[in-house]
């Protein structure tokens, strides 16, 4: 239930995160790669890290540099320190988000302050526009307790991290790229639950299932997507259906794409390439905050 769809979208098509590591050996899965940046601008990168295993994750990510996009870490659980050179430092922790702006440059580690257990999440790079790639840096961390919910009959739980979903506003909002972020719990008693959210056409859009399936009910049918995979779906209608049995939990994220140049490396993420060199000297430079 929630805001009412007459022609839902469909999905496009479903894809199976690569297995990884980054930082200092962390082990992940790269959902959104590179070469689907353009298809689901304005976001860069999705990786979805989940293991009970230390030495899968306790090397953690030292001290690496950004400029020009944004980052959202979502943890589901466990606990992750954050210092940046820009003198912030936070500690990130079950159900808790923390959101960074790079804008000009900085640099920044995450390190896990725990030496067993789970520690799962979603890292997410939304990317800027081109007037503000060289914005002042930002942080905030936004605990568990502090992202707004929306509850309904039948069995709907939906903490709204991003954008607006039945009214409810999240916890954060961007103007131009107007990203969309939910974490979706199906948690009906005896049948399944379903979710449909009013989503402009242009808007790109993905679910991803990190506890059992859903379904996507487009306006020719269902479609499953199973566990661990991305859904991306079509851009047309007016907006998305979701139908899942209860104990699911997916993430679905949407928003407006920015159709610039993209000029990635490494961890700099610009318009052109002059620019990604100036990155690249700024930094050796030690030109960052």
Same mark, same amino acid.
């Given at each position: 239930?929630?805001?009412?769809?007459?022609?839902? !979208?469909?999905?496009?098509? &479903?894809?199976?995160?690569?297995?990884?590591?980054?930082? %200092?050996?962390?082990?992940?899965?790269r959902v959104l790669t590179h070469d689907l940046q353009q298809r689901?601008?304005?976001?860069?990168?999705?990786?979805?890290?989940?293991?009970?295993?230390?030495?899968?994750?306790?090397?953690?990510?030292?001290?690496?540099?950004? !400029?020009? $996009?944004?980052?959202?870490?979502?943890? *589901?659980?466990?606990?992750?320190?954050?210092?940046?050179?820009?003198?912030?430092?936070?500690?990130?922790?079950?159900?808790?988000?923390?959101?960074?702006?790079?804008?000009?440059?900085?640099?920044?580690?995450?390190?896990?302050?725990?030496?067993?257990?789970?520690?799962?999440? $979603?890292?997410?790079?939304?990317?800027?526009?081109?007037?503000?790639?060289?914005?002042?840096?930002?942080?905030?961390?936004?605990?568990?307790?502090?992202?707004?919910?929306?509850?309904?009959?039948?069995?709907?739980?939906?903490?709204?991290?991003?954008?607006?979903?039945?009214?409810?506003?999240?916890? *954060?909002?961007?103007?131009?790229?107007?990203?969309?972020?939910?974490?979706?719990? $199906?948690?009906?008693?005896?049948?399944?639950?379903a979710l449909s959210h009013a989503l402009p056409a242009h808007h790109?859009?993905?679910?991803?299932?990190?506890?059992?399936?859903?379904?996507?009910?487009?306006?020719?049918?269902?479609?499953?997507?199973?566990? %661990?995979?991305?859904?991306?779906?079509? @851009?047309?209608?007016?907006?998305?259906? &979701?139908?899942?049995?209860?104990?699911?939990?997916?993430?679905? *994220? %949407?928003?407006?794409?920015?159709?610039?140049? *993209?000029?990635?490396?490494?961890?700099?993420?610009? @318009?052109?390439?002059?620019?990604?060199?100036?990155?690249?000297?700024? $930094? !050796?430079?030690?030109?960052?905050?």
């Amino acid at each position: 239930m929630t805001q009412t769809v007459t022609q839902a !979208r469909s999905l496009e098509r &479903l894809v199976r995160g690569q297995d990884t590591s980054d930082g %200092a050996g962390v082990k992940l899965k790269r959902v959104l790669t590179h070469d689907l940046q353009q298809r689901l601008d304005p976001f860069l990168m999705l990786d979805a890290f989940s293991s009970d295993k230390p030495g899968d994750y306790i090397a953690g990510f030292p001290d690496h540099p950004h !400029r020009g $996009f944004e980052t959202v870490t979502y943890m *589901i659980a466990g606990r992750m320190r954050h210092r940046d050179s820009g003198g912030h430092e936070g500690l990130l922790e079950n159900g808790g988000v923390q959101w960074m702006t790079a804008g000009r440059g900085l640099v920044h580690s995450e390190m896990p302050e725990q030496e067993e257990g789970v520690m799962e999440g $979603f890292q997410l790079w939304l990317n800027l526009p081109s007037q503000r790639k060289m914005c002042d840096p930002w942080y905030r961390d936004i605990p568990s307790s502090e992202i707004p919910e929306a509850h309904w009959p039948g069995g709907l739980r939906v903490r709204v991290i991003a954008g607006f979903y039945a009214g409810v506003a999240g916890a *954060i909002s961007r103007e131009q790229t107007e990203p969309l972020y939910l974490d979706v719990h $199906f948690e009906g008693a005896h049948e399944a639950a379903a979710l449909s959210h009013a989503l402009p056409a242009h808007h790109n859009a993905l679910v991803y299932p990190y506890r059992g399936a859903l379904e996507v009910c487009g306006a020719t049918g269902s479609q499953s997507v199973p566990q %661990a995979h991305m859904g991306v779906l079509r @851009n047309e209608g007016d907006g998305l259906v &979701l139908r899942a049995a209860s104990g699911t939990r997916a993430i679905v *994220i %949407a928003g407006c794409p920015l159709k610039e140049p *993209i000029a990635q490396y490494g961890p700099f993420v610009m @318009n052109t390439r002059e620019e990604l060199m100036h990155a690249v000297e700024d $930094f !050796r430079a030690g030109k960052f905050v």
